[in-house]
């Protein structure tokens, strides 16, 4: 299915915002596989640049988070 299909410019917001943060989601899992490892090898800085590309995904994903609360109300109407 693709986007195009949908008619409803505030249901198509409501499914990039899903999709986006789905990615987001799974970058913070494997940042934080990744830190674990860097952890575990002793490597402070590899940890120290992983830690904050996970605070940059968790921040986007606040972002999107706070931009759905409305797009997703809109969408259902
Ligand atoms: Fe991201």
Request: glycine fraction near 2%; include cysteine.
């Amino acid at each position: 299915m693709s986007l195009d299909n949908l008619a409803d410019a505030d249901i198509k917001d409501a499914v990039m915002i899903a999709c986006a943060q789905m990615v987001e989601h799974y970058e913070i899992a494997i940042y934080g596989t990744l830190c674990n490892w860097a952890d575990k090898l002793g490597n402070k800085n590899a940890l120290k640049l992983l830690k904050q590309n996970i605070d940059k995904e968790e921040s986007a994903d606040k972002k999107l988070t706070e931009i759905a609360r409305s797009i997703n109300q809109e969408a259902m109407v």
